[in-house]
């Protein structure tokens, strides 16, 4: 799974091999906790678009939220992300590539749970990988920190 | 000289076929029927009980005065069938109502717009997936209806539980 690291100025990307069922994470030492919205639903939040730079390179994502849900004006307090399409969705880009909208269409919707520091200042997203193609799934994790899963969940 | 003589009872007036006992017997079935009312919501998807008084809110509010006030006195007929226009329920409601079926929705769409559109092109041979009932495709279906897609995927998408309803026909 991705987990994206939402901290005030900056994002980070790890890569975890598998899907983790737990109600806590453990990132650079800080204690994250499952939001109960999201665990709630199962991680059935909303929808993801992978942000395609041509038909195999990954760089960026787009999470559309289902409104009543507060993800989305989270995600906007942070400056480096955007908000797209009349306010409903938020694209964060992994690096300065540009991306083409024609094939950054998948709307998936697997495991994508949010966990949040206790003062709620960080956030942790993850989003499950089995919608992508092993190029794509390749040159993403080229972007990312490996994290072994029991160091997640010290 | 006639002489009338005047005789005259009290009563109490219960009204046709109504005894002491009736009120008392009403206030019972009152309570009977409210529970019943409940548990109907409850089947319906109306009322949650384990719902924040948040989300229970914003499902009265879809269903207007009829379930602000909860009373017997509103036909549960007429309640029903609001309900069960999946139009009318919220958002927090048909997600709640999907997402374990979601899984099986993913399988069924295939990845993007164009893991739909190929779907579509075979929509005559498409085997709906084990676990999905007509409800839970109709539920789905106004799911994805009221998402904010800016690629067209989920608009490309609803026509797969279009076709596959027809088969409930």
Known sequence: ?154 | MFCYILNLTTSIYYGEGRNKYSSASEDFEDLQSKDQLKEEWAKLGIWDPNMSPDEAGKNAFNFGFQVIIPSVYFKAGAIASNANKVENISLARLQAKSRADSPLFKELFGSGKKGALKVLENIENVKIPEGLTKESIKVYRELINRVKDPVGTQEVRAKIPDKLLERFK
């Open chain 1, 1 to 154: 799974m991705l987990i994206i690291h939402f901290l005030q100025f900056y994002f980070k990307l790890y890569y975890v091999t598998e899907m983790i069922d737990a109600d806590q994470f453990v990132i650079d030492n800080l204690s994250f906790y499952k939001e109960k919205e999201s665990k709630l639903n199962n991680g059935f939040i909303g929808f993801f678009d992978w942000l395609r730079a041509d038909l195999t390179t990954i760089v960026g994502i787009r999470m559309c939220f289902f409104s009543h849900h507060k993800y989305l004006s989270i995600l906007q307090s942070f400056e480096y992300t955007q908000v797209k399409s009349e306010n409903n969705c938020c694209e964060l880009l992994f690096d300065d590539s540009e991306y083409f909208s024609e094939i950054s269409d998948d709307q998936d919707s697997t495991n994508n749970f949010v966990f949040e520091s206790i003062d709620k200042k960080e956030y942790l997203f993850t989003f499950g990988l089995d919608g992508l193609s092993e190029s794509e799934l390749n040159g993403l994790i080229a972007k990312c920190q490996k994290v072994p899963k029991e160091n997640l969940l010290e």
